[in-house]
T-cell receptor, first 117, second 114 residues
Framework: GAVVSQHPSWVICKSGTSVKIECRSL??????MFWYRQFPKQSLMLMAT?????????EQGVEKDKFLINHASLTLSTLTVTSAHPEDSSFYIC?????????????FGSGTRLTVV | GENVEQHPSTLSVQEGDSAVIKCTYS??????FPWYKQELGKRPQLIID?????GEKKDQRIAVTLNKTAKHFSLHITETQPEDSAVYFC?????????????FGQGTILTVHP
């Protein structure tokens, strides 16, 4: 079945630095990927839609200059948290649409636990 | 945009009892309703889903019902076991330009006591 790989699984960084998270579709081409954020004991909230070869679409309230998304190929989307601060500490998880229709297109990465100190 | 409400936020049952979690959605264009189980620090795991052309779907101890008119859908777990303890999320998604985009409910912490 469709597999989405996400790296790193966890990262600790200092306040003010940037962190890059990768989301790869391993056995299918994903023209669209989605990035979600989940704060402790809360639900998953969509941050942005990543479109291969074009600009990402951000949800209301998400700073596009802080959360940079690049989807340069059909198998890779990256999320860069720039100038990270403690309030950015969260669980970030990507998903990709599988054009074959498996799982109706929703395959999640394993998530990245970001801790900003 | 879509809004999904989920209740209850916490649910405690005895092993062997049934558990029911309910969700409502706002966007009549939504046509896909998955349910996820999430354990701490892990990705959501799809446990069952239903599409808008079906009213009910069952998979062993788990079932989902959908009422399109009322815009609500429910998860039913029978003969609960301690390993069913986790956080459960409902979600809704529409097709077209929203294909692949999920709106999640707030989650339900299910605790099954032995």
């Amino acid at each position: 079945g469709a597999v989405v790989s996400q790296h790193p699984s966890w990262v600790i960084c200092k306040s003010g630095t940037s962190v890059k998270i990768e989301c790869r579709s391993l056995d299918f081409q994903a023209t669209t990927m989605f990035w979600y954020r989940q704060f402790p004991k809360q639900s998953l909230m969509l941050m942005a839609t990543s479109n291969e070869g074009s600009k990402a679409t951000y949800e209301q309230g998400v700073e596009k200059d802080k959360f940079l998304i690049n989807h340069a190929s059909l198998t890779l989307s990256t999320l860069t948290v720039t100038s990270a601060h403690p309030e950015d500490s969260s669980f970030y998880i990507c998903s990709a649409t599988d054009p074959t229709g498996a799982n109706y297109g929703y395959t999640f990465g394993s998530g990245t636990r970001l801790t900003v100190v | 945009g879509e809004n999904v409400e989920q209740h209850p936020s916490t649910l405690s049952v005895q092993e062997g009892d049934s558990a029911v979690i309910k969700c409502t959605y706002s966007d009549s264009a939504s046509n896909y309703f998955p349910w996820y189980k999430q354990e701490l620090g892990k990705r959501p795991q799809l446990i069952i889903d239903i599409r808008s052309n079906v009213g009910e779907k069952k998979d062993q101890r788990i079932a989902v019902t959908l009422n399109k008119t009322a815009k609500h859908f429910s998860l039913h777990i029978t003969e609960t076991q301690p390993e069913d303890s986790a956080v459960y999320f409902c979600a809704a998604s529409a097709g077209g330009t929203s294909y692949g985009k999920l709106t999640f409910g707030q989650g339900t912490i299910l605790t099954v006591h032995p």
